[in-house]
């Protein structure tokens, strides 16, 4: 399938609302649901199954489907995986299956990270991490995989929060909000702050969340394109993902 053929359905579908077209693209990119809940998060709890996220991730790919806007430069594979991880994440925080004690290391990484970078000055190494922590390194490199792999750690978080009710993603920056002015200027805003504090980061960490967020390419796919191993990528997404929200943490009305 070419390029022009895929360009001819959405034009079907877009300009001539032609459902059949509809279908057809639904099913063409239904690979991204896969790739994606196989992203999300490594570890079900008993409870839950992978067709679980599939059937979720579905619904992302549909609404994404049917809001994607072919006049702009946004790619659809980027826009569709936004909205595919944001629908799987939205399941599974309304299960709220994640651990308490999951919750407790997190709240404890952030405090940690907030407070060494603030007498710092500047992000701290893993190094000085771990002696905040009191732990080894290995101990701290421990804590970020596990937390990384068990939690609904995301940078989707860092923009909007985890628990204000809101239904705005990642995805919504990529949309084009003109007939809403107000939101427009607001994920504007959110997005030019974002990306200073993305700026902020340690270059591999920088490389990871622009892999991962921007390129759609997984865990595994970013660690050999870097030459290191699957873990180290969960443990730079983790501290990435902790140091923007201490970034941000200034502006937090902005993003509740």
């Not at 308490?100 to 990270?113: D, H, P, T, V």
């Not at 937390?147 to 995805?171: H, K």
């Not at 700026?199 to 390129?215: F, G, K, N, Q, S």
């Amino acid at each position: 399938m070419t390029g022009g053929d895929i360009q001819a359905q959405w034009r079907l579908y877009k300009v001539e609302q032609n459902l059949d077209a509809r279908s057809w693209l639904i099913r063409h990119f239904a690979y991204l649901v896969k790739i994606t809940a196989g992203r999300v998060i490594t570890n079900l709890p008993p409870s839950l199954e992978r067709e679980d996220l599939v059937s979720a991730g579905i619904m992302g790919l549909v609404k994404a489907v049917d809001q994607y806007d072919i006049t702009r430069q946004v790619k659809f594979e980027t826009y569709a995986i936004a909205l595919i991880r944001g629908a799987i994440l939205e399941m599974l925080r309304e299960d709220d299956w994640v651990p308490r004690s999951i919750r407790e290391r997190m709240k404890n990484l952030e405090r940690a990270y907030r407070a060494t970078e603030a007498r710092l000055g500047r992000p701290a190494t893993e190094d000085e991490m771990a002696e905040e922590l009191g732990v080894t390194v290995e101990g701290f490199y421990q804590m970020l995989v596990e937390t990384g792999r068990t939690s609904l750690l995301s940078l989707e978080d860092v923009l909007i929060g985890s628990d204000n009710g809101e239904n705005l993603q990642l995805a919504d920056i990529l949309v084009d909000h003109r007939e809403q002015p107000s939101l427009e200027t607001e994920l504007i805003e959110r997005s030019r702050m974002l990306g200073c504090a993305i700026e902020r980061l340690p270059e591999r960490e920088r490389m990871v969340i622009a892999l991962y967020y921007y390129e759609g390419m997984t865990f595994k796919e970013i660690g050999k394109t870097l030459a290191i191993s699957e873990s180290r990528v969960y443990q730079l997404h983790t501290q990435a993902v902790i140091r923007l929200k201490g970034y941000l943490q200034r502006d937090i009305e902005l993003f509740h």
